[in-house]
């Protein structure tokens, strides 16, 4: 990966800052962020079903992702 996390956030910083009406880059900003969650969304689920697939138990899963109870860590791994 050649791009830094802060230059990515930066690249949509500046993407939303571009936009001149105060009013439509507020709305844009609320377009990004549904984008932004939808999509961290899925590289929760990712991580999760690459860690159960490398042959952890569903707590073991939990554990490394922060903390979260087996079944929690389950449902992140079906998208919930």
Do not use: C
Request: glycine share 8%; net charge negative.
């Amino acid at each position: 990966m050649t791009e830094t996390k802060e230059s990515a956030v930066a690249a949509v910083v500046g993407l939303l800052d571009a936009v001149e009406d105060p009013a439509q880059r507020f709305e844009e900003l609320g377009e990004v962020e549904v984008m932004l969650e939808v999509a961290l969304k899925d590289v929760r689920r990712r991580i999760s079903l690459e860690l159960k697939a490398s042959g952890i138990t569903w707590r073991e899963v939990g554990e490394t992702m922060g903390g979260v109870s087996p079944q929690r860590a389950h449902q992140i791994s079906e998208g919930k």
